[in-house]
């Protein structure tokens, strides 16, 4: 199936206040190309160098949304160029993402990413830690909070579901509460196998990747 295909089947399953993310990474720009003479406009990459590529390479109306791990030693260079962080995880990440950001008189938006299966391999906060994220980003001038991010564990149709389902309820608990640069208005989760699941369990930013794309090589990008 086209790129094009791909694209229609993938909106025609979401509603339409569902943002879709063509997830880019390893992809040329040239397909990119192909994806945005489509109208898509938020496109994901994982890691910082190739997003700066990209940035540089293609227009300046697409919204680049960062989704993978973000190194302090890195946030220098997204500065200016990153429409949304998806990967804030900690205090430490915080603060470099505050002083780079006002260093150059900048808005940081980002998303809080949530390790919901607690799994050692992935990235992302624990529960038990979030509080204290979250106080951290009250006292922020140049981050603002725009929802929560997670990647849940691999496993059946309803495991998945039972982790969206918690993220959900994480993110509505939090959107009760009144904090200052805290908003809760997206909720990034669901990847090619579990995007339909996760929108039926409340997302409204999906990252779809190979399901647009096709598969990745990692040895040829
Ligand atoms: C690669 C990636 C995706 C897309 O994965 P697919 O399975 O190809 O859709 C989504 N989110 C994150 C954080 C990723 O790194």
């Not at 190739?50 to 390479?57: M, N």
């Not at 680049?64 to 429409?83: D, E, S």
């Not at 505050?98 to 809080?112: H, N, R, V």
């Amino acid at each position: 199936m086209s790129v094009e295909e791909n694209i229609n089947r993938i909106k025609n399953n979401i509603s339409e206040d569902v943002t879709l993310i063509a997830v880019s990474k390893t992809k040329p720009v040239e397909v990119i190309e192909e994806a945005y003479g489509i109208g898509i406009r938020d496109f994901g990459e994982n890691k910082v160098q190739e997003l700066v590529d990209k940035y540089d390479k293609l227009p300046k109306d697409i919204r680049w949304h960062l989704i993978g791990h973000l190194q302090r030693n890195k946030v220098k260079y997204i500065v200016g160029k990153v429409h949304l962080i998806h990967s804030l995880d900690s205090i430490k990440l915080l603060d470099e993402i505050e002083k780079q950001y006002k260093a150059s008189d900048a808005t940081a938006y980002a998303l809080i990413q949530i390790n919901i299966g607690k799994e050692e391999s992935k990235t992302g906060i624990y529960l038990e830690n979030l509080e204290e994220l979250l106080q951290a980003c009250e006292a922020c001038n140049h981050v603002k909070i725009r929802g929560l991010m997670a990647i849940v564990p691999q496993g059946s149709k309803e495991s998945c579901k039972e982790y969206f389902k918690q993220m959900k309820n994480i993110f509505n608990d939090i959107k009760k509460r009144k904090f200052n640069n805290i908003v809760m208005e997206v909720l990034s989760m669901g990847m090619t196998e579990d995007y339909e699941e996760a929108v039926e369990e409340g997302s409204n930013m999906v990252r779809v990747g190979s399901g647009i794309f096709g598969k990745r090589n990692y040895n040829n990008k």
